[in-house]
């Protein structure tokens, strides 16, 4: 009987890691390219954020106007 995780004798696994987005060895051929547009999403929802407060701010004064 086979356990998880052992191979039979003759068998061979082969693996290609040639797959643009492989674990940690895409993760080491992309650099800094996360950590580079993770900033710029965080930056964008920041702005977003800050938008939409100041639409609320002025919504209350042309309410509070009328």
């Given at each position: ?21 492989g ?16 900033t ?19 919504v ?7």
């Open positions: 009987m086979q356990e998880r995780g052992e191979e039979r004798e003759g068998e061979h696994k082969e693996t290609h890691n040639n797959s643009p987005q674990g940690v060895a895409g993760a080491t051929r992309e650099g800094n390219n996360g950590l580079i547009s993770s710029l999403v965080n930056i964008c929802v920041i702005i977003g954020f800050a938008a939409f407060a100041y639409t609320v701010k002025c209350l004064k042309a309410v509070d106007n009328s």
